[in-house]
């Protein structure tokens, strides 16, 4: 089982997201926005309704079984509107891709609403985490974690200025190798169209990260995330994820 590189998907995955579709840099003058994104942790938003997305993720250090490699990969579903009333993201995640495919894994349901609507907006969210588990992480008590995401521009001169956006929460299983209480918070820049980076602590260890999309690819982004990127906690790993999304189905 592979938690962080799961939620590396869809974490990374909701980023893109925003960052491509009408949402709050739907002024930006660039054609398509820069390209803003945060790693590592549970962020205060989802993704929009009438969205489908595919994450698929590998690690080269799996949590549960150290100097071992693995897989996952992350279905979802976005409905509603988190600026009109309350977002919420339908994900499905297989937790192992080196067994039998599907013979592990848990639901997990987000909701968001926009709390502060202005140029900065304000998005709180709640992550419901290991809901029906199956397989090896069978028996997992369900988690959850309360997001608060804001999102800014940092002006460095006259006519240049960088989308950031900050997370800080608090979730149920964050410490203590997921069983403990405790915070996160970080905060990401998009440094053009193309590539975004962020910093973040996960609650015990910190986490960097990069998200990156093509041109004339809309739909595909490529993230990479170091956790524990200090080796504090003797788990240092690199996470890849792979997210490809669709509009407007419904």
């Not at 409905?79 to 891709?97: N, P």
């Not at 997990?108 to 304000?122: E, H, I």
């Not at 240049?160 to 820049?189: H, K, W, Y």
Request: include cysteine; charged fraction near 20%; glycine fraction near 12%.
């Amino acid at each position: 089982m592979i938690k962080h590189a799961s939620r590396t998907c869809a974490t990374a995955l909701t980023m893109t997201v925003l960052a491509a579709v009408p949402g709050w840099a739907q002024d930006d003058p660039a054609p398509r926005g820069e390209h803003v994104t945060l790693l590592g942790i549970p962020s205060g938003t989802v993704a929009p309704g009438g969205l489908a997305f595919v994450s698929l993720a590998g690690t080269t250090n799996r949590v549960d079984a150290p100097d071992t490699q693995d897989g996952s990969l992350a279905f979802g579903l976005g409905f509603g509107s988190a600026e009109d009333g309350i977002g919420v993201q339908f994900t499905t995640q297989i937790t192992s891709l080196t067994d039998d495919f599907g013979d592990s894994g848990y639901l997990a349901l987000k909701f968001s609403r926009r709390v502060v609507a202005s140029d900065n907006p304000v998005y709180l969210g709640l992550s419901l985490d290991y809901l029906t588990p199956w397989g090896d992480v069978d028996g997992r008590d369900p988690e959850a974690a309360l997001s608060l995401t804001k999102f800014t521009r940092l002006q460095f001169s006259e006519t240049t200025s960088l989308p950031v956006m900050f997370t800080l929460g608090a979730g149920t299983g964050v410490r203590n190798n997921d069983t403990d209480p405790g915070i996160f918070f970080g905060a990401g820049i998009g440094l053009n169209e193309n590539l975004g980076v962020s910093a973040a602590w996960s609650g015990e260890y910190a986490d960097i990260g990069a998200s990156f999309r093509f041109d004339g690819v809309d739909n595909l982004g490529i993230s990479a995330t170091v956790h524990d990127v200090f080796d504090q906690k003797d788990n240092r790993r690199l996470t890849v994820a792979v997210n490809y999304f669709l509009q407007d189905l419904f």
